[in-house]
């Protein structure tokens, strides 16, 4: 809301060049309640609201966390309204920090492998991908490589349960994306800005 009033301000002409990420945090469901909100990485959100309940994403996406320092529970969120946290596939109202995903355009490419340190059965994917076990033909990935892109895992197919998010970089081990096993049942790009 707060976004489309600034770019009815400004005017059609500026819109396009005045694009930034926003979330809006509420204490209470279906966005009652104290808010709070935000376009950048917070650390730590307890000063700002004691529970979140509902959430409305004004644009861009971000990963959102339940503990300080982006520990716990992750959550995906994009553009669009969550009027509980059941609607992000949240276990609380507990949400304590949110990092930004920056926009990204260029080509997706990630590399999983069946063992720790890439060893085992390697595969590249470019795409989404909703069953690992379809393709991969394990259920299990102990280390990835992600060249370009971000993408976001999750614990059971079609993308439900846990979900974590990757960027460009080395995980040697699943516990460096922080999960707590190496169970991957999907996995996607994060394409919806």
Same mark, same amino acid.
Request: net charge positive; charged share 25%; aromatic share 20%.
């Given at each position: 809301?707060?976004?489309?009033?600034?770019?009815?301000?400004?005017?059609?002409?500026?819109?396009?060049?005045?694009?930034?990420?926003?979330?809006?945090? %509420? #204490?209470?469901?279906?966005?009652? &309640?104290?808010?709070? /909100?935000?376009?950048? =990485? $917070?650390?730590?959100?307890?000063?700002? !609201?004691?529970?979140?309940?509902?959430?409305?994403?004004?644009?861009?996406?971000?990963?959102?966390?339940?503990?300080?320092?982006?520990?716990?529970?992750?959550?995906?969120?994009?553009?669009?309204?969550?009027?509980?946290?059941?609607?992000?596939?949240?276990?609380?109202?507990?949400?304590?920090?949110?990092?930004?995903?920056?926009?990204?355009?260029?080509?997706?490419?990630?590399?999983? %492998? #069946?063992?720790?340190?890439?060893? &085992?059965?390697?595969? /590249?994917?470019?795409? =989404? $991908?909703?069953?690992?076990?379809?393709? !991969?033909?394990?259920?299990?990935?102990?280390?990835?490589?992600?060249?370009?892109?971000?993408?976001?895992?999750?614990?059971?197919?079609?993308?439900?349960?846990?979900?974590?998010?990757?960027?460009?970089?080395?995980?040697?081990?699943?516990?460096?994306?922080?999960?707590?096993?190496?169970?991957?049942?999907?996995?996607?790009?994060?394409?919806?800005?």
């Amino acid at each position: 809301m707060f976004v489309k009033r600034q770019y009815k301000k400004l005017g059609k002409h500026m819109e396009s060049l005045q694009w930034r990420p926003w979330i809006v945090f %509420y #204490e209470d469901k279906n966005f009652q &309640g104290r808010s709070y /909100e935000c376009s950048n =990485d $917070c650390t730590d959100l307890h000063t700002y !609201f004691s529970r979140c309940n509902s959430i409305r994403v004004e644009s861009g996406c971000f990963m959102i966390y339940e503990r300080p320092n982006y520990m716990g529970h992750q959550y995906f969120m994009k553009r669009g309204e969550y009027s509980d946290y059941q609607r992000w596939m949240g276990f609380s109202s507990s949400i304590r920090s949110c990092r930004l995903i920056p926009m990204y355009r260029g080509p997706y490419r990630l590399r999983i %492998y #069946e063992k720790a340190d890439y060893g &085992g059965h390697m595969m /590249e994917f470019t795409d =989404d $991908c909703p069953c690992v076990s379809d393709r !991969f033909h394990h259920r299990h990935v102990y280390s990835c490589n992600v060249m370009n892109g971000y993408w976001i895992f999750y614990e059971y197919p079609n993308y439900r349960g846990r979900q974590y998010f990757l960027k460009s970089g080395d995980y040697r081990r699943y516990r460096d994306w922080c999960a707590t096993c190496a169970i991957v049942g999907s996995f996607r790009r994060v394409t919806d800005y």
